[in-house]
């Protein structure tokens, strides 16, 4: 009995010793550039149970599968190198966790790998498979953060995962992402919120969107994007009255920031195209009489803002293209009624009408051009108003 012990004793120390040296030849094979060498040896060495033990074996596998990836011998063969040989690490540092100072910088370089990889599918437009790496890092970063092999959260890394899931459409993967950059994370990236916003209100979650708005217009107070997300709310809700006080309460408090005077600009030309929706339907004489007065002022009060905001930055294009659009739609909608008319007498009275805010609009949209000659609606608005005015030189510099 005792010569059969020995005997298995003999038989797994030599099988031990020999998955030892076949992890001693991977990681010779390596040294030496060898890696399709080397991933034979350690893939044998890990397919036995004995060497499956070895937490040596394990990170060789690691190496050997990241240099797959970074030498990029045989990565077109085995595309799943970099996710194996992060499984490899893990269970190689769970078999020896007091050896984190030699896993750590592994792991770490592992995780920039897997980083790079996705940016570049992200850059190619390959959103699906730029997920898949993208998402595996930030995981990976978690992880090391959990097991002290790291200290700070990569909220680059989990922001573009997002936006590679978004643009995947697939968005129940991308809001765990945001969610996490903003709420745990407080991230000082504008991209998450206003994406984020969006998708709540496609889900129908209209609170959440406007709680995340509110949220976004507290840390980021001169972007003009969640400012008017918060307007559209108080206008769809009916407080109309609360968005103008909001904003004019701001500007109290910085009378000279040109971004408040853009954003009461557009809460009153939005009130007026409220307003004119509600004249449509609306059949009582003196209602309509009262809607329309209603709209005038509010049409006059949005110039007055976009003005003011011109008047402190002469160079903001946002504004000078709000006003030019604005005025210019006045026209487009006067010419509609226009063409409608019967009545040549009447037609004949509104044209100097019409072509007063032609006049009016050009300028500001000419300027916006100026500052953002790449812009298709500002083309595509002064192509329509030069035709219109028979300003023909002007219609052929612009762009096709």
């Known amino acids: 009995m005792r010569k059969l012990l020995f005997f298995i004793l003999s038989i797994v120390s030599i099988n031990l010793f020999a998955q030892k040296a076949k992890v001693n030849s991977a ?42 990836y970074t030498t990029q011998v045989l990565f077109t063969t085995f595309p799943t190198a970099l996710f194996d040989a992060e499984e490899a690490y893990k269970k190689g540092h769970d078999l020896e966790e007091k050896k984190k100072d030699e896993y750590s910088p592994k792991l770490t370089d592992l995780s920039g790998f897997l980083r790079t990889e996705g940016a570049n599918l992200f850059d190619k437009k390959m959103h699906d498979e730029a997920f898949k790496y993208l998402a595996e890092s930030s995981n990976l970063n978690k992880w090391m953060m959990e097991k002290g092999l790291a200290k700070d959260f990569d909220t680059i890394v989990a922001i573009y995962a997002g936006h590679a899931a978004y643009y995947a459409k697939k968005p129940n993967l991308a809001i765990p992402f945001y969610e996490e950059v903003i709420y745990k994370y407080n991230t000082d990236d504008e991209s998450p919120y206003s994406i984020l916003i969006d998708l709540y209100n496609d889900m129908g979650a209209k609170d959440k969107s406007f709680e995340l708005t509110q949220k976004a217009r507290t840390k980021f107070p001169n972007n003009k994007e969640f400012a008017i997300a918060e307007i559209n709310h108080y206008l769809e809700t009916g407080e109309t009255d609360n968005v103008i006080s909001k904003i004019k309460s701001s500007i109290e408090l910085d009378p000279n920031n040109h971004t408040f005077y853009f954003v009461l600009g557009s809460a ?26 209603a709209s005038e002022n509010n049409y006059t009060l949005a110039k007055e803002a976009y003005k003011k905001a011109i008047s402190i930055k002469p160079d903001y294009n946002d504004a000078y293209f709000n006003m030019g659009a604005m005025v210019y739609n006045e026209a487009i909608i006067l010419n509609k009624k226009m063409n409608d008319e019967k009545n040549m007498k009447l037609y004949n009275a509104m044209i100097p009408q019409r072509d007063a805010l032609y006049q009016e609009a050009l300028p500001y949209l000419e300027k916006s051009y100026e500052l953002n000659p790449n812009d298709r609606a ?16 002007k219609y052929e510099k612009m762009p096709k």
């Open 268 to 293: 009153y030309d939005n009130i007026k195209k409220s307003l004119d929706e509600k004249i449509k339907s609306e059949t009582d004489v003196s209602k309509a009489t009262d809607l329309k007065k």
């Open 27 to 68: 990681k010779y094979a390596l040294e030496t550039g060898d890696v399709k060498g080397a991933k034979k040896l350690i893939d044998e060495a890990i397919a036995n149970p004995e060497g499956a033990l070895m937490a040596k074996a394990w990170m060789t596998k690691g190496d050997v599968y990241t240099a797959i």
């Open 378 to 393: 500002t083309i595509q608005a002064l192509k329509e108003m030069y035709a219109r005015m028979g300003m023909d030189e």
